[in-house]
């Protein structure tokens, strides 16, 4: 047998505000005061609407509406016996709480409502009895009625203040987080990308020439593959030192290490070539041309390190091109090896490096390509990157 919801279990507050309202009633009614006289009912009948609204003020915030109608009928009653004012009082909590624990609507409507009738019953007994003192009667049912309704409705708006309130700093709090999850998703990826750039050629290297030590049986051979392993293996020791210095407190008192630039890119081809690669530099920049923001440099050394590292792993025999073009509002990088089955040893790759170039470039708001391509005499592979150098370019584009 299936059964409706259970009613709502009266608060504690409920309960005691209903027992005391109770006992002091009773006290009242035992001591004899009246708050009217020459009524039809007699003072016994004035416990029935004491004991009524007794058991309302278990509902005031369960049931606020339903205890509001029964209260107003309850509260009339009383007006035909000699009257409690522990039953007044217990009527004006009742309003109130209607106001602030019932609904929106109900709260909108109780303050208009009771205002009407504190000014009809005003204006109903001043035209009856023709007296100043009808006014005093007014008064009263305002200090019963609208009193009530108009401090509940500065209670709930209060409450809704505050929970509006709460509610937007939890609000705060989780944008906040979710920028600092975004961020730090941001540093790591980045930290990821110089890492792979500044130490990907080095290890490619290590790897290509201990191959060959390992595969060949010649004393010079392996003495100069032993020669570029070492080198490769201190320089790429200095880059993640730098790297350290880079990721460090900023409470540390030592300066960072300053990021590269396309000034050492003189320095990073000639270690390409002594790692085995042979390399052409076409720089096409004005030396007395303005200089380019540090990010655009950075991210142009590291595309044409990483387009070196993986000429150095899986490029054929032949030459490889770096090629910088500066135009207006923007820098071109294209780098150009040949493609094919190399035919000595080669380091595995996973293919983050492509995805780093492309990360870069799309941070600026450039373009980026790669791919194989024919000319008249043999099949190449393109890297170009565009990346523009004035920052309104890069917002627009980001």
Not at 27 to 43: E, F, Y
Not at 60 to 71: K, Q, V, Y
Not at 186 to 208: F, G, P
Not at 270 to 299: F, I, Q, S
Request: charged residues 20%; neutral net charge; aromatic residues 4%.
């Amino acid at each position: 047998m299936r059964h409706g919801p259970a009613p709502p279990r009266p608060q504690r507050v409920d309960v005691q505000i209903s027992v005391v309202c109770v006992l002091a009633g009773l006290a009242w009614w035992g001591l004899g005061l009246r708050m009217q006289t020459d009524r039809p009912l007699g003072d016994t009948w004035a416990l029935i609407p004491l004991f009524v609204l007794g058991g309302l003020q278990l509902l005031r915030s369960s049931m606020p509406r339903t205890a509001l109608t029964l209260g107003t009928l309850a509260l009339v009653a009383d007006q035909f016996t000699t009257g409690n004012l522990a039953s007044v009082m217990m009527f004006t909590d009742i309003v109130y709480a209607a106001v602030v624990y019932g609904t929106p609507a109900s709260a909108r409507r109780i303050p208009v409502t009771t205002g009407a009738i504190t000014v009809a019953v005003t204006i109903g007994f001043l035209a009856w009895f023709r007296e100043p003192e009808a006014i005093l009667i007014g008064v009263v049912t305002g200090l019963v009625s609208f009193g009530p309704a108009t401090t509940g409705v500065l209670v709930r708006n209060h409450r809704e203040a505050a929970v509006a309130a709460r509610l937007r700093a939890e609000q705060t709090a989780l944008l906040a987080e979710m920028d600092r999850v975004q961020a730090i998703t941001a540093e790591r990826a980045r930290m990821a990308r110089e890492l792979h750039d500044m130490v990907a050629n080095h290890l490619s290297a290590i790897a290509i020439h201990s191959t060959a030590a390992l595969s060949l049986d010649d004393p010079k051979t392996t003495h100069d593959a032993l020669a570029v392993i070492r080198e490769n293996s201190v320089e790429g020791l200095a880059e993640m030192r730098r790297l350290i210095g880079i990721l460090r407190d900023s409470s540390d008192d030592r300066e960072p290490t300053a990021a590269p630039t396309l000034d050492g890119l003189g320095a990073l081809i000639a270690g390409a070539r002594t790692n085995g690669l042979d390399v052409m530099l076409d720089d096409g920049r004005d030396p007395e041309g303005p200089k380019l923001p540090a990010p655009v440099e950075l991210a142009a050394y590291r595309i044409v390190q990483e387009s070196l590292t993986n000429a150095l792993k899986h490029a054929s025999p032949g030459l490889v091109t770096v090629a910088l073009a500066r135009r207006a509002r923007a820098l071109d990088v294209q780098v150009t090896s040949p493609y094919g089955s190399p035919s000595g040893p080669r380091a595995p790759g996973s293919g983050a490096g492509l995805v780093g170039m492309r990360e870069r470039t799309e941070l600026l708001g450039g373009t980026f390509e790669s791919g194989p391509e024919s000319t008249a005499d043999r099949k190449v592979w393109n890297v170009r990157a565009t990346l523009p150098v004035d920052p309104a370019d890069q917002g627009a584009s980001a």
